[in-house]
């Protein structure tokens, strides 16, 4: 498997960040956000910010994940892709 499929793969199985994804492949941060711009650039995958919408989920009383960081930008699959 190639690096931007495993890249890929890691996504689509819940990975959100460059920093997580790097660190997970034993690579450099660098190198898995240049594979990330060619993925979006692609159409496989596409960046959201989340934060605001937070303020209205019906977990935000319990969750204390990255939903408290406003504005965070985070990758999610343009398309689920099943191996």
């Known amino acids: 498997m190639g690096r931007m499929e495993e ?3 890691l996504i689509n199985g819940g990975k959100r960040f460059p ?3 790097a660190r997970e ?3 450099t941060v660098e190198e898995v956000e ?3 711009e060619l993925l979006k650039s692609l159409g496989y995958i596409e960046e959201v910010e ?3 919408a937070c ?3 019906p977990l935000r009383k319990v969750c204390y994940g990255k939903c ?3 504005r965070v930008k ?3 699959p343009s398309f689920r892709v099943d191996r």
């Open 25 to 27: 492949l034993g690579t």
């Open 7 to 9: 890249v890929l793969r």
């Open 55 to 57: 303020e209205t989920c």
């Open 50 to 52: 989340q934060g605001p």
């Open 74 to 76: 985070v990758l999610r």
């Open 34 to 36: 240049g594979i990330i």
């Open 68 to 70: 408290l960081v406003p």
């Open 19 to 21: 920093q997580d994804i």
